[in-house]
């Protein structure tokens, strides 16, 4: 189970942070990444990192979104810098399992206004 928060609305310009507390079967998480999907649009991969800390960035976001997660590898945070109103979308974190199965939050809706 997937527990997102921190969504909200900001200026452009500005930051926000978003948190996301998996609960469960933490021990087969082998991916663990943040997705966004603005109205009308398909669900793209934001933000990923393995257990092993490889990390992945969309283009759109390089340089000013960072990945992180805790030492447990229960949490995955996304911290989000200079948004732009193209940022605005519902972000949802997700799981990869060792298992090949994927697990997705609730989502938490993030709006820029410019």
């Known amino acids: 189970q997937l527990q997102a928060s921190g969504g909200g609305l900001v200026q452009a310009g500005g930051s926000l942070r978003l948190s996301c507390e998996a609960s469960g079967s933490v021990g087969s998480i082998v991916v663990m990444a943040w997705y966004r999907q603005a109205p009308g649009k398909q669900r793209d991969m934001v933000a990923e990192?393995?257990?092993?800390?490889?990390?992945a960035y969309a283009d759109s976001v390089k340089g000013r979104y960072t990945i992180s997660s805790n030492n447990a590898k229960n949490r995955v945070y996304l911290r989000m810098n200079d948004l732009k109103p193209e940022d605005t979308a519902v972000y949802y974190c997700g799981v990869l399992l060792v298992t090949g199965s994927r697990s997705w939050g609730q989502g938490t809706l993030v709006t820029v206004s410019s």
């Open positions: 990192m393995t257990t092993f800390g490889r990390i």
